[in-house]
């Protein structure tokens, strides 16, 4: 499955420790377990070892011969896991079955569109931290690993350099650039290996860098000769910084790089400047993309909607209750993890947490009487505002359903897509209408999801 990737990923450097683990000893060990192993888990124990020095930073690989399955009780489910690495003070594996209320669900564990990762910590001080699991229901466990490895490679390379996040990967300049770049076991690793430059790995970091004293860039690229990176410097005109140069003896600092752009920051706060106005019903726009999407499933009714309310003794604003009404139950945990009606309470802040991003990264809240959705990174204290509900709404029912496994569409990529080709003028233009009446634009304004304009294309 990705035995060939790992294999490229740890030739990158000549001081990988070989995989010990043989088919003899996979076979023995699914005996023990009485579980065959899913194949992506097989092949990251036959490609590395656990002694190998990538996860000497922030991440360890449990021995083989100690993996075993776990259950993990949260407040409604027991969760059977398989986990086999650990990051900082996470610990990672694949879910294999949830119990709860007298159902049992059993993933298709291996079935790598269907497997789930599942994160719990590995010491927990608290009551609360013991019953906390994390299910990443979007990532695919073989990209997964993938990333982990690639991430963890390239900061055991010799040389670093780092691509300035205002360089977009798609933007039309950038196009011939990455063209030399191919994306291991496709979309999603986000682990590239050059195809003009064999000997230089580079990755897309969606998030805070291996290694702390690293400056943050979204794109890195390692190598173990810092020739074979200046060759790669000349040959563009991107803007690249030197984040390690050992022939300099010297580790790039924050303090001696120019400042990435907060915007590029998972730990930034958006807060939104933007004027409180009255906020839309977004039903009609609601009830377009359920027909669009042949939405099936049951969602919450009317009266339900306000009985909760009585219950809460609070007034939802109105596009969230259309929400609750429109989106399937059976998709609230597919992709972004919605709260239940029943299960939405008031913290101490004021807000009421409804939405969970899909890899846990932040949560979602609106807060009673206000205009605003509210957004907070995990493990944050403050929540800051994201812009107005009722276009943030509209933005992430069309997302969940876009991005969910249980709805049947399907999508073509528009490689040199521009944000431009949207606009009045552009060549997508002519193709686009807005909906409901121009009510689609009005919610936008004020909305995170306003520079993507919510529009549908005609075909």
Sequence with gaps: MIIKELELIKQMDDHSLAGSILYEDIQEKELELE??????????YMAFDPNDQIFSFNTSLIPFQNLCLVQKKDKYHIHTILPFLVIN?????????????????????????SQRIAAYKTSPKSKKERETIWVDSY?????????CIGHLKIYTLQDIIGLKPDIGMLSADSKSFWASFEELYGRGSNVFISKEYPNILAIHQLGRPALNDVPFCNYVFGANTE???????????RQFVWLRNVESHHTITKKEVEEVPLSQKTNKTFEFDVQPRALYSIEPILQFLSDFANLSGDCESIDYVEKCERKHNISLPQPLKEYYCYFPKVLYQTYNVHTPLSRLKLDKFGKMKFLIESEQIY???FEPESPFVF??????????SWGTLDGFLVGKFAWNIACSDEVDLAFAQCSNFMPSMLED???LATHLFDLADGLSKRVAEGSFFDSIKIKMVML
């Excluded at 579980?35 to 990251?44: F, K």
């Design 375 to 384: 957004f907070r990174m995990t493990g944050g204290k403050k929540w800051d």
């Design 89 to 113: 003070d996470l610990t990672h594996g694949v879910l294999l079955c949830q119990e709860g209320r007298g159902n049992r669900i059993i993933t298709d564990y291996l079935d790598a569109k």
């Design 363 to 365: 949560s979602c809240a």
């Design 139 to 147: 990532s695919r466990l073989p990209n997964w690993i993938l990333s």
């Design 35 to 44: 579980i065959a192993l899913p194949e992506a888990i097989c092949d990251l």
């Design 227 to 237: 020739t074979v990176l200046e060759e790669l410097i000349a040959g563009s005109n």
């Design 425 to 427: 003028g552009g060549i």
